[in-house]
């Protein structure tokens, strides 16, 4: 795919809009695969979560100053599923709809997409990383060995994003959900920094109808084909 890195192990990127089942396909992959995980949303959203209990609201004046000290000071370590935030497991206050609202708001600011790729390149540096999000293959790890972009059906997206949040004890609508989607499509694809796209050489993979363990499957022999031929 890209030119090829120094790392010991290579990185796999996946990337794609929300509900595109980005999370359980790279869990799923990595377990598979023996590698480290790391959900580059999680992280976003931890930074929001982080901002809101220091009274830091997106519509701030001086925003960007009042995160900075915040940024450089905030730890984020994955333990399994598990995100732990300045020593604590917040994965539970991760699912709360307006932390989501908050993460697409702060991670349009260059200083916190700058922080946030510092600690993503640190959590790959040394490759044997599944990583996703929604610029891994485009800004934060251009070079990737493997580059996958996940992508369904807005409505079927929507729906697993329900089904998700309803699992994790939410208490929302499938009409919540969907204008919350179509909000986070629209921000994520726009931003004027590390928008939302594919990478001219990832591989696109629709999920409309196919289930987790078939695209994990795909990916997976993708993988081991190159590594045979390498």
Do not use: W
Request: hydrophobic content about 45%; proline content about 4%; aromatic content about 4%.
């Amino acid at each position: 795919m890209s030119a090829q890195p120094t790392r010991a192990r290579p990185l796999v990127a996946i990337d794609g809009p929300v509900g595109a089942g980005k999370s359980t396909v790279a869990l799923g992959l990595a377990r598979a695969l023996g590698f480290g995980y790391v959900n580059t949303g999680a992280m976003y959203r931890a930074v929001a979560l982080a901002a809101r209990e220091a009274g830091i609201k997106p519509d701030d004046s001086g925003l960007s100053t009042r995160l900075a000290p915040l940024l450089e000071s905030i730890s984020i370590a994955f333990e399994g599923t598990q995100l732990i935030l300045n020593g604590r497991d917040v994965t539970a206050a991760l699912t709360e709809s307006e932390i989501g609202d908050l993460a697409s708001r702060f991670s349009a600011l260059p200083v916190v997409r700058a922080r946030m790729r510092e600690l993503q390149r640190a959590a790959g540096a040394q490759g044997g990383v599944v990583m996703e999000g929604r610029d891994i293959g485009t800004a934060v790890f251009p070079d990737a060995e493997f580059k996958f972009f996940l992508d369904a059906d807005v409505k079927i997206r929507a729906e697993r994003r329900f089904e998700e949040l309803r699992a994790m004890g939410a208490t929302i609508s499938r009409a919540e959900v969907m204008g919350q989607l179509m909000e986070r499509d629209r921000r994520d694809r726009s931003r004027e920094h590390a928008p939302l796209r594919c990478a001219p050489d990832a591989i696109v993979i629709d999920s409309t109808s196919l289930d987790a363990a078939r695209v994990i499957e795909q990916i997976k022999k993708r993988i081991e084909a190159s590594a045979k031929s390498s």
